[in-house]
């Protein structure tokens, strides 16, 4: 009961995108899960979109066009994503943090090119 209320209020924000399962049944059109199990029997499954990336990257984009290294940025962006999606996965989720060694990252891969 609490994972469903928890899928139900990120749905209700908007976070949720749902997929189609073998049942061949659609989501509803606003998107907020059907009472009981409908949507469990219909094979939907809700994933929660995740941005904690957006800040960080937008922020590292902003000092690096300051810099004049925009072009730069661009090529190393694939680099730096995977690099901050790992920092998420070891646990760190401070939009700052992942700014600053984002930043440094970037410091190191311009310097091997």
């Given at each position: 009961m609490k994972l469903q209320s928890t899928i139900r209020r990120a749905a209700?924000?908007?976070n949720a995108v749902w997929r189609v399962g073998?049942?061949?049944?659609?989501?509803?059109?606003?998107?907020?899960?059907?009472?009981?199990?409908?949507?469990?029997?219909c094979g939907l499954t809700a994933m929660v979109?995740?941005?904690?990336?957006?800040?960080?990257?937008?922020?590292?984009?902003?000092?690096?066009?300051m810099m004049g290294a925009r072009d730069k940025f661009e090529r190393a962006l694939p680099e730096l994503e995977t690099f901050l999606e790992a920092e998420i996965a070891r646990g760190e989720t401070s939009e700052a943090r992942l700014t600053y060694d984002g930043l440094c990252f970037l410091k190191e891969a311009f310097a091997r090119k």
């Open positions: 209700d924000r908007g073998a049942g061949g049944c659609r989501a509803p059109k606003n998107k907020i899960i059907a009472r009981g199990t409908d949507w469990q029997r979109t995740i941005n904690i990336l957006d800040k960080p990257i937008e922020r590292i984009r902003e000092t690096c066009e």
